[in-house]
């Protein structure tokens, strides 16, 4: 059965840098059929889609976050990462790691499986 | 790329029906038969109901449907049960491979 799991710094400084890792077990990042992707959530508040990535190095990012975000991926380790920088309180959030369905057309679409989730605070 | 407009909050008795709205534009949710469903219990990780506005995937309910007119797509619950007290999110492809939710809607079940 497919996992994901989060891993990463629980509590990032203002201005630094945001960084998180996906391990995929029970399946092959490298499958065609899939996207990988990151979507946060805020306390109290709704899902945001930060953006997806495809085993080849494929990326799709959030036009509100394109800026400030990278996803990478080591197909060797069966994981995706994230990094954000010049982070804010406002990136204090759970972050999960999620797998993609596919639109018709190739491009990430639903997400089918979660990982657990991952709470990052922003403070000094 | 403006969020999708959910109610805030929706409640039913048990065994009764309950619908939940979604409303974008016609570059998310009436541009595209990609709009997915999301059930979240507190303090868990948000579980797929609904995708291709109206599948299920296997191993949901089929008290779970969606459906999709104009720029509204909606999920629609049937035979309420305690269970399905969480919050809701519905999500669309909205162009140029992006995502965007909805604001989320909490289910209370009186």
């Known amino acids: 059965q497919l996992q994901l799991q989060e891993s990463g710094p629980g509590l990032v400084k203002p201005s630094e840098t945001l960084s998180l890792t996906c391990t995929v077990s029970?399946?092959?990042?490298?499958?065609?059929?899939?996207?990988w992707g990151w979507i946060r959530q805020p306390p109290g508040k709704g899902l945001e889609w930060i953006g997806s990535?495809?085993?080849?190095?494929?990326?799709y990012y959030n036009p509100s976050l394109k800026s400030r975000v990278t996803i990478s991926v080591d197909t060797s380790k069966n994981q995706f990462s994230l990094k954000l920088s010049s982070v804010t309180a406002a990136d204090t959030a759970v972050y999960y790691c999620?797998?993609?369905?596919?639109?018709?057309?190739?491009?990430?679409?639903?997400?089918?499986?979660w990982g657990k989730g991952t709470t990052v605070t922003v403070s000094s | 790329q403006s969020a999708l407009t959910q109610p805030a909050s929706v409640s039913g008795s048990p065994g009764q029906s309950i619908t939940i709205s979604c409303t974008g534009t016609?570059?998310?949710?009436?541009?595209?038969?990609?709009v997915s469903w999301y059930q979240q219990h507190p303090g868990k990780a948000p579980k797929l109901m609904i995708y291709?506005?109206?599948k299920r995937p296997s191993g949901v309910s089929n008290r779970f449907s969606g459906s999709k007119s104009g720029n509204t797509a909606s999920l629609t619950i049937s035979g309420l049960q305690a269970e399905d007290e969480a919050d809701y999110y519905c999500?669309?492809?909205?162009?140029?491979?992006?995502?965007?939710f909805g604001g989320g809607t909490k289910l209370t079940v009186l």
């Open positions: 291709d506005v109206s």
């Open positions: 029970g399946g092959s990042i490298s499958s065609s059929s899939y996207y």
């Open positions: 016609s570059s998310d949710v009436g541009g595209y038969n990609y």
């Open positions: 999620a797998r993609h369905g596919l639109a018709n057309w190739g491009s990430p679409y639903y997400m089918d499986v």
């Open positions: 990535i495809y085993y080849s190095g494929s990326t």
């Open positions: 999500c669309s492809y909205a162009g140029s491979s992006t995502l965007v």
